[in-house]
């Protein structure tokens, strides 16, 4: 996982095409909610650094966020083979995220 929010996005197309779990968390550096999630995320994603996981900046202008039907941040996507499986938007403790995370690593 990196520690910080990319302004460089991904293709849409190229998340839609990785096989697998991946994790699209959306957000800003400057947000109060962003950085209070931090620690639950990185709780939450102990053992999974394996797993492809990838820290937007959004913001006015950022199509990418957009497209994923972004409004408040922070809010990580879990996709499995570029499907949309689960959300969570402004985590307030770990048991979502670890809910979402078992969703998008064991097939249905």
Not at 2 to 26: K, M
Not at 48 to 69: H, M, N, S, V
Not at 77 to 85: A, K, M, N, P, T
């Amino acid at each position: 996982m990196t520690s910080q929010y990319t302004t460089d996005e991904p293709a849409r197309e190229a998340l839609y095409d990785i096989a697998g779990p991946a994790v699209i968390e959306f957000g800003a550096p400057w947000c109060p909610w962003c950085q209070a999630a931090q620690p639950l995320i990185a709780e939450a994603f102990e053992g999974a650094q394996e797993l492809p996981y990838f820290r937007i900046e959004d913001g006015k202008g950022r199509p990418l966020g957009r497209a994923f039907r972004v409004k408040l941040w922070p809010t990580l996507v879990f996709l499995r083979d570029g499907e949309e499986v689960a959300r969570c938007v402004r985590p307030e403790s770990t048991a979502p995220l670890k809910q979402a995370l078992a969703k998008v690593v064991t097939p249905s």
